[in-house]
């Protein structure tokens, strides 16, 4: 297993803040947007990992899911951690041992 470190985005390595609630149109999801356009939405429970991903790639396209539904895996990088909210770190489970999940998505040009 990898060692723990802090919240940093996989595509360009900036240290970022932990998920918060965002509602955004009819969506509500607990996450976040990195500088390079990278989204990260957070599953509490660890074993939503597909709802959360979906999440992730609706918020991508603007709230879109027509769009969202229609992307190829060709269209998008993804990536998903374990991550303990409460120390802000992936790699790791949280004292109680458990783990929530945290997925990247981001579109491709």
Same mark, same amino acid.
């Given at each position: ?5 802090? !919240?940093?985005?996989?595509?360009? *390595?900036?240290?970022?803040? @932990? ?5 955004? &149109?009819?969506?509500? +999801? ?18 939503? !990992?597909?709802?959360?991903?979906? *999440?992730?790639?609706?918020? @991508? ?5 027509? &769009?969202?539904?229609? +992307? ?36 491709? &040009?």
């Amino acid at each position: 297993m990898a060692r723990p470190k802090h !919240l940093q985005c996989p595509y360009c *390595d900036n240290f970022l803040r @932990a998920p918060v609630d965002i509602s955004f &149109k009819v969506m509500e +999801l607990t996450g976040g947007i990195c500088t390079c356009g990278a989204i990260y939405v957070f599953d509490r429970t660890g074993r939503n !990992l597909g709802g959360i991903f979906m *999440d992730a790639l609706e918020f @991508a396209c603007k709230g879109d899911i027509d &769009k969202s539904l229609s +992307l190829s895996p060709e269209d998008y990088d993804s990536v998903d951690y374990d991550y303990d909210i409460h120390t802000n770190m992936i790699g790791r489970t949280s004292k109680t041992g458990k783990a929530g999940k945290l997925v990247f998505v981001r579109l491709k &040009k």
